[in-house]
């Protein structure tokens, strides 16, 4: 048995355990939309060919000319959508709305990636390669003859990382792009500061079991994904011949946890997408278990002028097509891209940022985070904890906790910690904040992590949480939160002489005014991520926090 085979094998039969463990329920969801469907192979500059599913409105006649919208993905094979079999056949059009895009006239494009689905090539997780695969799409979209010439792209999570690839390639016919919790750094995707990140291993599970070494086993097993009976034979034989040195590069770079290497700087695209001008529609759920609310933001601020959007609240790893809790969502969408893409005359409705709180409430702002949050600097316990994971213990935790508040406080931003610390750098340090009920039930409101140093330096996730008058602010330092990070415990002690955090709290009040109500998200944050506290707890944890007077409507 050739190297090649058993790895096939070896993959194959992981896919298989994943489809034999999804709910016997799972199939494609089929369209409601009436449409035509063909495919075609597109030729890319280096000789990768790219298989393409084009689905146009039914009836239309081919010398029509549309705007296109396009999908760039690894999850499109016509057997399955990642690990949900797929009886039916044809395009994989799963959570892409694309009966939105139908019924409003456009063609839909999906793509895809080299080496997935019916397209040859090597993977090479948002390297130069896939990149040019998404700019070779994307003019080849535009360059039809059923096609006005202009593209939009449109994705969540790694087909949100396409659509950014995208933008950082601006090829011709590019005119505007829709990106839900994308990948901007594919390092701090996998890594907070080198230490992994846990994943979600559906259908198996919806807890963290996964960590960053077997991303690339996993993406590799989805582009093992064997072709339907009745594709066509060169689908079929681009969907079995992933040659045994994509595997083995693939895996060698990716399992590499040295952020500062060429292969993770070359994926990294909040540079690249520096002063961009294309309209970008962007979403970021700040209770995203996947994508988390990290470098997303350091993309956003710096973008250039022009018509951006973005929506930044409490889901998970999704669009807000549905289980946001509001109704607004599509209509937006749809009206960027009929603005931007379509060139029609309309206004896109709504603000330029929508904010979901972590209450169920929804707001307009201009900046995010807003401009009159006001950094909030508290000084945190000293003492010290054991680096030993798994076990539950007082000895792995040092507490701070503020007095009830007076007036209701509004974090809306991205806290930073900053910790003086001794002890072995094979050990981590962890910041957790706590919304603390009266009744002393503790909800995360956001946590961080970093690799212990004299001075460790921590950017927690952003958050948009208001704290009501009586809870207190809790802050846990700690060795790592065991459901959220891989980590090695290093059995030391560490001792933390000095900590602080910045806690950004608004100064002006909010008045919520669109319209909108709980996600689904906040729900299953809040029976996931919610303790009860001890009462002893609270007697030598208290900390003095100078929280400021809220002035009124901003």
């Known amino acids: 048995m050739t190297e090649r085979t058993g790895m096939l094998r070896a993959l194959f039969g992981l896919l298989l355990l994943l489809v034999a463990s999804a709910p016997a329920t799972a199939a494609a969801e089929p369209l409601a939309a009436p449409f035509q469907w063909r495919q075609a192979f597109i030729d890319g500059k280096d000789g990768t060919r790219l298989h393409a599913d084009i ?23 016509h057997l399955a959508y990642l690990s949900e079999p797929r009886l039916a056949g044809g395009p994989s059009t799963d959570n892409l709305t694309v009966d939105l895009f139908l019924r409003a006239g456009y063609t839909y494009v999906i793509v895809d990636l080299r080496g997935f689905g019916g397209s040859d090539g090597c993977p090479d997780f948002g390297g130069p390669g896939e990149r040019s695969d998404v700019a070779t799409a994307v003019e080849w979209a535009a360059s039809q003859p059923w096609s006005t010439g202009k593209v939009g792209m449109f994705g969540a999570s790694y087909e949100a990382w396409t659509g950014l690839m995208g933008l950082a390639a601006a090829p011709n016919g590019l005119a505007a792009v829709v990106a839900f919790e994308p990948v901007v750094d594919p390092y701090s995707y996998l890594y907070m500061q080198g230490v992994s990140w846990k994943f979600s291993g559906k259908p198996i599970t919806e807890n963290g079991v996964r960590p960053a070494d077997f991303a690339g086993l996993e993406h590799l097993l989805i582009a093992s994904t064997p072709p339907r009976p009745e594709d066509s034979p060169g689908y079929r034989a681009n969907a079995t011949q992933l040659p045994a040195h994509c595997y083995q590069q693939y895996l060698a770079d990716i399992t590499n946890h040295d952020g500062g290497t060429a292969f993770w700087r070359d994926r990294d695209l909040v540079a690249p997408l520096r002063g961009t001008m294309i309209p970008l529609f962007l979403g970021q759920g700040f209770v995203d278990y ?11 601020h710096g973008l ?19 289980k946001c809790g509001t109704p607004h969502f599509d209509t937006e969408v749809l009206a960027f891209f009929d603005r931007h893409v379509a060139g029609r005359d309309v206004e896109v409705p709504g603000p330029r940022i929508t904010v979901g709180q972590f209450d169920g409430r929804w707001r307009a702002e201009t900046a995010w985070p807003p401009a009159d949050a006001q950094r909030v600097a508290v000084e945190l316990r000293t003492g010290g904890y054991t680096d030993r ?35 072995p750098p094979s050990a981590t340090v962890a910041v957790e904040l706590y919304d603390i009920a009266p ?3 503790a909800t995360v409101i956001t946590r961080g992590i970093a690799p212990v140093t004299d001075t460790a330096e ?97």
């Open 290 to 300: 996947n994508t988390r609310a990290y470098r997303v933001f350091d993309l956003w």
């Open 439 to 441: 009744d002393l039930r």
């Open 458 to 554: 921590i950017r927690l996730l952003a958050q948009d949480w208001p704290i009501s008058v009586g809870h207190r602010i809790g802050a846990r330092v700690t060795d790592v939160v065991d459901d959220v990070w891989s980590h090695s415990p290093a059995f030391a002690h560490v001792t933390v002489a000095a900590a602080s955090v910045e806690l950004p709290l608004l100064t002006g009040t909010r008045n919520p005014e669109l319209p909108g109500g709980l996600t689904e998200g906040i729900v299953k944050w809040r029976n996931e991520e919610t303790v009860t506290l001890e009462p002893g707890m609270l007697d030598n944890a208290t900390v003095p926090m100078n929280v400021p007077d809220r002035t009124g409507d901003r």
């Open 304 to 322: 250039g002028p022009g018509e951006h959007r973005a929506w930044f609240g409490q889901w998970g790893h999704r669009t807000c097509h549905d």
């Open 389 to 423: 994971g798994l076990v539950p213990g007082r000895d792995r935790e040092v507490w701070s906790v503020s007095e009830p508040l007076t007036q209701h406080q509004h974090l809306s931003g991205i806290p930073t910690a900053t910790l003086r610390l001794s002890g």
């Open 55 to 77: 689905l146009r409105p039914d009836g239309i006649s081919d010398d029509i000319r549309t705007p296109v919208i396009l999908t760039v993905s690894p999850y499109r094979a």
